[in-house]
């Protein structure tokens, strides 16, 4: 029978799965790709004596534990900067990137918020500061939260450089340390907004996933590449993955690894 050790804490969360260990494979990273790589976790423990530590805290930590060599998998939501690409070849790591799932960055706004959608300069000036009431876009005359994630998030600079272009961002936006906490505030508040990845909204009360440039973060839209924030979700490993790495990844990029990325509501490769 095999092992099964679940460890949640708040922020992050291990996940070890395993019968009779000999090694692990250890990875860190994005929050993006947390709860899918527990459940990816999950399914290879059950037919391998392999354990798989799992964490999260950001995509960022996750890039740093692997330049460091504290980590055999960095996950990520965004893709390796250069820079780190080449503090990675300065330690002796090759880079190696692996699109395991995509993913529609969705945005969501407050369930009162009557605004059917926005465009993609609509949702830039938003963020830098330019728009600050929904009735400057066709909504209400309530104030706007704009809530975004820290900057240890993939997600973060994936949505500065996607959306915003590289530029500031508006004094009033609020850094949040986890898509759950951007999740809680746009429900709590009138005149909330924020963004994450598709799998963390979809169903959830309180909240409305809204199109942009009047197209929906469904498979269709971002498998297509017509919707206009759609990306890849990666793992990197130094040099091509090998021994039990190998093992996982082969699994996360099987048929059954990429059922279990579209049960947990991302889309899968295939």
């Known amino acids: ?37 527990q459940r990816w976790a999950e399914a290879f423990g059950q037919r391998s004596n392999v354990a798989v530590n799992v964490t999260g805290g950001g995509s960022s930590i996750g890039i740093r534990a692997f330049i460091s060599g504290t980590a055999d998998i960095a996950a990520s939501s965004r893709a390796m900067r250069r820079s780190e690409i080449a503090s990675a070849r300065s330690r002796g790591a090759v880079a190696t990137e692996i699109p395991v799932a995509l993913d529609g960055l969705a945005i969501i706004v407050n369930d009162d918020n009557k605004v059917s959608g926005l465009t993609m300069d609509q949702l830039r000036r938003i963020y830098i500061g330019q728009i600050t009431n929904w009735n400057q876009v066709g909504g209400s005359n309530t104030p706007i ?7 240890n998030s993939g997600t973060f600079g994936f949505f500065q450089e996607r959306v915003l272009r590289n530029q500031n961002w508006g004094k009033g936006v609020r850094f949040m340390g986890s898509t759950a906490d951007e999740l809680r505030e746009t429900r709590n508040s009138p005149g909330g907004i924020a963004y994450g990845g598709v799998a963390y909204f979809k169903g959830q009360r309180g909240v409305r996933i809204i199109p942009i440039e009047g197209i929906a973060p469904d498979e269709a839209n971002v498998r297509g590449r017509k919707y206009p924030i759609w990306r890849f979700l990666y793992y990197y490993t130094n040099g091509a993955p090998k021994g039990e790495t190998k093992q996982f990844v082969d699994f996360v990029l099987s048929p059954e690894g990429q059922r279990i990325a579209e049960q947990v509501g991302y889309y899968s490769l295939r």
């Open 1 to 37: 029978m095999n092992l099964k050790t679940l460890i949640l804490t708040l922020g992050t969360a291990a996940v070890v799965f395993g019968g009779a260990v000999n090694s692990a494979v250890t990875i860190k990273g994005s929050d993006t790709l947390l709860i899918l790589n």
């Open 145 to 151: 939260t704009a809530f975004s994630r820290n900057s």
